[in-house]
């Protein structure tokens, strides 16, 4: 109910290009999120998407996140991962036109699951360095596995809790583009935002998944914004961009993506 509910104000307050003065946000609208071209890499990630959903092997899944909407059991078949809790088609070609867009040279994902985001961020800037962070080992291999079999040789794949990982790495690392796509809580997705916070620079690109999943993710969603750093964001419903541009005024856009 409280999805429908946001999803009936994002269509009330949500505007296309048409509706959008600042030329940073109408070029990335215009020439990204609208894309319209058909790429090889569609074809690609169909072909990904694919193998998973042919796969009907099972396998034990450890849940460090806010819980599955859908699974009632931790033995969970692989083909029904792909196909209820994985990125839409659409999402990932908008993903892949992101990654394809910005061209960043060094990406973190924080929640792999099987790949399906990960292969259209590889897919998008082949020459990119892809960190992707996945809790549950089970799953982690049957993604690593996945990306050796269609040739994707530029993501390293990371077994270990969000958090901690983050606390060391993040120390040491500046990504250009982060896909948040973890634990689906008020708690833990503030928790990355602060640890990563202090790596963030001018041409940084921060994409958090389901942003109306829950009143809570709305909560740590309207806290992003507010952060003094924070300059632009954008909400397409499903993700909330972040850019940290100073040459932007404060702003915050709903657009339909």
Not at 55 to 64: G, M, R, S
Not at 86 to 99: C, D, H, M, N, S
Not at 220 to 248: C, L, M, S, Y
Request: charge should be positive; glycine fraction near 6%.
């Amino acid at each position: 109910m409280n999805q429908i509910k946001s999803y009936i104000r994002f269509l009330w307050h949500s505007k296309n290009e048409h509706g959008v003065h600042s030329p940073f946000v109408f070029d990335l609208v215009t020439k990204c999120f609208y894309g319209k071209k058909p790429k090889k890499a569609y074809s690609d990630l169909k072909g990904y998407r694919k193998a998973l959903l042919q796969n009907k092997n099972t396998i034990e899944v450890t849940d460090f996140g806010a819980g599955s909407k859908v699974f009632r059991s931790n033995t969970r078949q692989i083909a029904k991962i792909a196909q209820t809790a994985g990125i839409t088609p659409k999402r990932a070609e908008l993903l892949y036109r992101v990654a394809h867009y910005f061209q960043p040279q060094s990406v973190l994902e924080i929640g792999t699951s099987l790949g399906l985001a990960t292969a259209a961020l590889s897919l998008g800037n082949e020459t990119s360095q892809i960190t992707t962070v996945e809790g549950c080992k089970n799953t982690s291999a049957v993604a690593k596995n996945q990306f050796e079999t269609f040739g994707l040789n530029n993501i390293e794949t990371v077994t270990a809790e969000f958090t901690s990982y983050l606390e060391t790495a993040a120390k040491n690392c500046n990504w250009e583009l982060i896909y948040f796509d973890g634990n689906h809580s008020k708690k833990a997705t503030l928790a990355y935002f602060d640890l990563l916070l202090p790596g963030a620079t001018n041409d940084s690109v921060w994409i958090f998944d389901d942003i109306h999943w829950s009143a809570e993710m709305e909560e740590a969603w309207e806290t992003i914004k507010k952060n003094p750093k924070v300059t632009v964001t954008i909400d397409t419903f499903q993700w909330g961009f972040v850019f940290f541009r100073a040459e932007q005024r404060k702003e915050d856009f709903v657009i339909r993506a």
